[in-house]
């Protein structure tokens, strides 16, 4: 965001607010201006509140010991019945990092695991509760010993407010699977987030917030915690072929009791993939069979599920509902907890799946079973290219990749897991090259992303932005299902993203793509059919 930008917003608050009735809020002394040490009549505002309760944050926090709020009401007689609030003073100490701070730093850390330390702890942003500053970038280093890796866990975030991508926010969280920042962007953080997770690849993880923006959010708080690897067999010593998990003999005398269990752990760092199979398959599963089955990946992994096989009982003359009958579950971990994604029943073949982080959990209910019930065949991948088959990926985001018309002329893009759903909680972006003298087209021969336009957060939509430049919040959303659409864009750049929240699935988009010269740009307009043509800053029918 350059200065001019930040002015402007900050002018917007301001003209907004200081036409009526208002709110200042002073939480930081005067101890650097030109009067004496607390709040005074030197003293700058931190904030200014107006408007309804939906426009005033849930908690208002002082950047030391004090805070002076300053009502001021306009000239013009109003029904505006004011604020009520509480107001608590809390231990400073509960909020300090358990890292060791670097000398003559504001705000960079590390944090070392060492024997007979305690192997978590706590992190958070400069002034936590209390907004951070501008102008900051704090750096905490994690170093675990050689055969640990470190868990973290974002409980929670809020840095500015909305769904924009990550790419036009000047306030950020990046996350490097590495001790330096040209290692591999794990996650980017940015918006408000709750309850993320992510595991390292490896003993070393350099966590980077960087704020430049005059709209300073609340922070984010986070904890740590030094990981031994596991060492033992992802798919249990029972079974005869790695990869493939096969429970039949593990059953044992089991089957023809009463129940049966079978319970399973995937970590990528043993395998990148197998089958997953009920008990049993093919043949018929035993009743009152219940499994339950964990994938663990880690660094910048998603879990891809692909279905090979499904068939499983249905109960004659039922309505079509999963919890009467044998049944699959798909959980994902949404706002640090555990959320059921789908649940999968019959005969009907579920499209691939892909997980929101680095973790994915199936239940498996098979209450009745038949002779005619197979049951199910999963082929497994943790996947680091989010299962998007072109392109190249950068290393600098977490799932963003490059289409140079030097490397080729045209192809084909798709979004994350296509065409099965796409991944919750993801932002990816395709970057578009052309030479000097071309432009870029893109002809999507399928579109279906959730959503109602105009594609906003209110409506909890996801999205799909198009724009000639790098950073750009202005341009329009799209979303919902489409029959077809044609894009061009106005220079020899484009740039594509795609952002999912965490609420609902769809089957993302397939897109053809060619870099053509200005001369050919006609062979390429639609006829009178009817169908979406945009033409960047332009919009054509």
């Known amino acids: 965001m350059t200065s001019s930008e930040k002015f402007k917003n900050l002018k917007q608050i301001l003209t907004r607010c200081t036409h009526g009735d208002f709110l200042k809020v002073y939480s930081e002394g005067g101890t650097h201006g030109p009067g004496p040490p607390g709040i005074n009549e030197y003293s700058a505002w931190s904030r ?3 408007g309804n309760r939906a426009d005033a944050p849930p908690a208002l926090y002082s950047h030391g010991p004090l805070m002076v709020l300053e009502l001021q009401s306009g000239g013009k007689a109003s029904n505006a019945s004011g604020f009520i609030g509480t107001y608590r003073f809390i231990d400073r100490r509960n909020f300090e990092t358990d890292g060791v701070k670097v000398a003559e730093t504001l705000c960079d850390y590390v944090f070392t695991s060492q024997p007979n330390k305690p192997a978590h702890g706590r992190l958070y942003s400069p002034r936590y509760p209390s907004s951070y500053p501008s102008n900051v970038r704090c750096s905490y280093h994690f170093n675990a ?36 920042s040209t290692a591999p962007v794990i996650a980017m953080l940015c918006n408000e987030i709750v309850g993320y997770e992510i595991l390292s690849t490896g003993p070393e993880l350099l966590v980077q917030f960087t ?32 990869g493939v998990i096969d429970v039949s003999s593990a059953l044992g005398p089991a089957v023809s009791a009463a129940t049966s269990s079978c319970h399973q752990i995937f970590r990528s760092d043993k395998s990148s993939g197998g089958k997953l199979i009920s008990p049993l398959y093919p043949s018929p599963y035993p009743p009152k069979t219940q499994c339950h089955y964990d994938f663990l990946a880690r660094g ?14 249905r109960v004659t003359g039922s309505i079509i509902d999963c919890e009467s009958m044998d049944s699959l579950d798909v959980f994902l971990y949404v706002d640090g907890r555990l959320e059921k994604m789908a649940s999968y029943c019959g005969n009907d073949v579920p499209k691939p799946l892909m997980s929101n ?3 994915l959990s199936i239940e498996f209910r098979g209450i009745y079973s038949s002779r005619y019930s197979r049951g199910f065949k999963i082929s497994y991948y943790f996947v680091q290219d989010y299962a998007i088959a072109t392109g190249k990926q950068l290393l600098e985001f977490p799932c963003a990749f490059v289409y140079n018309s030097t490397e080729q002329r ?21 970057f578009f090259y052309g ?18 336009v105009p594609c906003e957060a209110i409506s909890a939509s996801d999205y799909v932005q198009f724009t000639s430049k790098m950073i ?48 050919e740009m006609q062979s390429i307009k639609p006829d009178s059919s009817g169908e979406d043509f945009i033409l960047l800053n332009k919009t054509c029918s």
């Open 435 to 452: 030479r000097k003298d071309e432009i870029v087209h893109l002809h999507f021969t399928h579109f279906d992303v959730e959503g109602v």
């Open 472 to 519: 750009d919040k202005n341009s329009p959303r799209h979303c919902g299902q489409l029959r077809e659409l044609r894009i061009a864009s106005e220079s020899n750049f484009l740039r594509v993203t795609f952002r999912s929240n965490d609420r609902l699935d769809g089957t993302g988009f397939k897109a053809e793509y060619i870099f053509l010269k200005d001369s």
């Open 410 to 430: 045209k192809g084909v893009m798709t979004s994350p897991n296509h065409p099965g759903l796409y991944p919750r909680d993801t932002e990816c972006n395709y």
């Open 48 to 50: 200014i509140l107006c």
């Open 357 to 359: 982080g680095p973790k």
């Open 300 to 313: 910048r992994e998603r879990v891809r599920l692909v279905f090979e096989d499904f068939s499983l009982q």
């Open 145 to 180: 010993r050689k055969n640990e890796r470190i868990k973290l866990i974002f409980e929670e975030s809020y840095l500015q407010k909305g769904d924009e991508s990550c790419l036009n926010r000047a306030d950020i969280i990046k996350v490097f699977d590495g001790k330096v």
């Open 211 to 242: 704020a430049n923006s005059n709209t300073h959010g609340q922070g984010f708080k986070a904890s740590y915690q030094f990981l031994m690897e596991d060492n033992s067999s992802a798919d249990g010593e029972s079974n005869k072929k790695p």
